[in-house]
């Protein structure tokens, strides 16, 4: 009884993940698409562009906190930065464990490559969604406003759009990526708060 429960449930298991992975590659090819010059053009722009504007978010926070002696912004922008190392050294470590092949060398009879030259490291999770999702939440905890919450994850998710349709990614690559920018953001912004009241209980004992 206890083998037929266990075979019942690997069967089901594994029919799972074959249908995740079908589902996957079925969302994958309705955004991928066919070659469209003015779309191809854009969405490769915007994947270019994301380090740069993910870079930004630390240094442009530092800068603000100078300009204005504004210590909680420097401290945000240490945060910022912090976060993009940890988001970064969480993919590389993600990537090196699961090693999934990008989706445009498992199926290319389906999956069109429209970024050039192709990336050749493996494919889960997204590292751009990874940091574009570490750079707009932290500045969203930075500057908690509506204002800068919208834009920045409405980046965000343009980052990660843009890799499903260069085909360099499946949706759930993405979707992981998110979560890892996202998580790394709140726990160097946690771990800030940790520290900066552990130093301020020290400097100002009851």
């Known amino acids: 009884m206890k083998k037929k429960i266990q075979l019942t449930l690997c069967t ?11 589902l996957d590659l079925n969302i994958l090819k309705g955004i991928n698409g066919p070659v469209n010059p003015g779309a191809d053009k854009t969405w490769r722009f915007v994947t270019k562009k994301a380090i740069f504007i993910d870079a930004a978010v630390p240094a442009s926070l530092l800068i603000a906190g ?4 504004d210590d909680d912004l420097k401290i945000s922008g240490l945060q910022a930065g912090a976060s993009l190392l940890v988001a970064g050294g969480s993919t590389f470590v993600l990537k090196k464990i699961f090693n999934r092949t990008r989706p445009f060398v498992a199926h290319p009879d389906v999956i ?19 940091f574009a999702f570490a750079a707009a939440t932290s500045l969203s905890l930075a500057v908690p406003k509506w204002y800068v919450i919208a834009p920045s994850f409405a980046y965000a998710s343009a980052v ?13 690559d993405v979707l992981a990526g998110a979560v890892v920018g996202a998580g790394s953001a709140y726990i160097t912004w946690k771990a800030q708060k940790w520290l ?3 130093k301020k209980h020290k400097t100002y004992p009851e």
């Open 112 to 130: 069109t490559l429209k970024e050039f030259p192709g990336p050749t490291d493996a494919s889960f999770p997204s590292g751009h969604t990874a």
């Open 160 to 172: 990660g759009y843009s890799r499903l349709y260069l085909g360099v990614h499946y949706p759930s």
């Open 12 to 22: 089901l298991l594994f029919a799972t993940g074959l249908y995740a992975q079908g």
């Open 66 to 69: 100078f300009i204005n002696h």
């Open 196 to 198: 900066m009241g552990k």
